[in-house]
């Protein structure tokens, strides 16, 4: 019999702030209850780190230069033969998704058979569609609970990426959290009991808008927090993007009352879908899905003022680092210091399942993939235009940045500097080199006889038909 399989993905959510990670301020109880039976990667990260490059990654298994995504646009077409969802869907498992997808179009199974939406703020998706309804189903359950025609989630105003944080305007049991968590427990406790099932409850949250229920903002804004980390490199090198008067600028050095607020508002977040999500994991245990296989994980994370830094899309460890988690039957449990990235996914639960790993998937299952020496990551800057496509490449114990609009290069070292406080911890000529050899042959003309060239023309998605 195969297992069942739970993913439960998170948006936005930093590869340290758990409590079981050592994290100073974040409370999460549950999840570090039951990550302490579960295998915990600690050098898990997000190649590509926002949203619709990194779930590309997740749904294909694949890098962002074979699937195409190397950055942020929305409104094109998800056209993929094989995914994370059909492979399971072909082998049986009853599948359904809960929450956000990110997907173009948005109503795009992508290999689900059954799918209930609430991606949060698209500005595409909202500007496009005719009626909320037709892109979000949490708009109508919340139209007809509230008792109000025109309800919407995003009434109180605040922006879907800004550092503004206020607690959420009505009761818990509307707030899109529990909405997700309702709705998955549904689907367990009437799922078809014939079949294992392939449940993806992914939560909007802890992205913007920061609005966790009052007692969970409360909580932290009762809480002393130390000063996020800040590079003397850092306003030389992004200062440039910053909009003091933009409570969404990517860089911002915001007054210590303004930013113990916001980082309130996101703690808030974390700590109220750790309660989600144990009410989610002992619902499994009492509808007799304690055959499961657990994974929890995040598409990226959110600088939060590390230098002087906040959203996401950069190589820095608040925005690439993710949690990643995995426990269930046949998985050992402890701490894994290996590169692990989100197209390992795909053919870990694969594996976990005792189902076969495409051909297309080159990602490596964390439970018999041989290690990983080198992980490369990419991002093309739609927020920061003047950075062009952001590369980065780490051992796990280094880390090297090149900056592709202006030839700009960083080298940390994580194990003497895992706050990345110091750029000068060696010579880049050999990393310049590995990277230029990932690099050789890319349509933007990143190479030239075997060094990188600044100043090349980038785009998000890479033209169709492009293989590496």
Known sequence: MHPNILVIFTDQWRGDCLSIEGHPVVETPFLDRWASGARRFTRAYSA????????????????????????????????????LAGEFTKAGYRTHAIGKMHVYPERHPLGFESVELHDGYLHHARRNAADLAEIDDY?????????????????????????????????????????????????LRTRERDRPFFLFASYHRPHPPYDPPAWAFEQYLAKEMPAPPVGEWSRT??????????????????????????????????????????????????????????????????????HHLFRKSLPYEGSARIPFILGGPGIEPGVDRRLTELRDVMPTLL???????????????????????????????????EAGNVHWLTDGRRKYVWRSSDGLEQLFDLERDPYELDDQAGDPAPWRARLAGRLTGRPEGFVRDGELVPGRPVTPVLPRGWRP
């Open 48 to 83: 590509n780190p926002t949203c619709v490059p990194a779930r590309a990654s997740l749904m294909t298994g694949q890098r962002a230069e074979t699937h195409g995504r190397v950055g942020y646009r929305d409104g094109v077409a998800w056209e993929y033969d094989t995914t």
């Open 139 to 187: 708009v109508p359950w919340l139209r007809q609970v509230s008792g109000r025609a025109d309800a919407d989630y995003a009434e109180h105003g605040v922006d879907c990426n800004s550092t503004v944080a206020r607690p959420w305007p009505g009761p818990e049991w509307q707030h899109p959290t529990n909405w997700t968590t309702q709705r998955a427990v549904e689907f």
């Open 237 to 306: 090198v992004w200062g440039r993007a910053g909009n003091p008067h933009d409570p969404a600028s990517p860089y911002l050095e915001l007054p210590p009352g303004r930013l113990h607020r916001t980082r309130a508002g996101y703690y808030g977040h974390m700590t109220h879908i750790d309660h989600q999500v144990n009410r989610l994991l002992e619902v499994a245990l009492e509808e007799g899905a304690d055959d499961t296989v657990v994974l929890f994980a995040s598409d990226h994370g959110e600088l939060m003022g590390d």
């Open 351 to 385: 594996e976990a399942a005792g189902l076969p790993v495409p051909a297309s998937v080159e990602g490596r299952s964390v439970l018999s993939g041989p290690e990983r020496e080198l992980l490369h990551g990419e991002h093309v800057e739609h927020v920061m235009a």
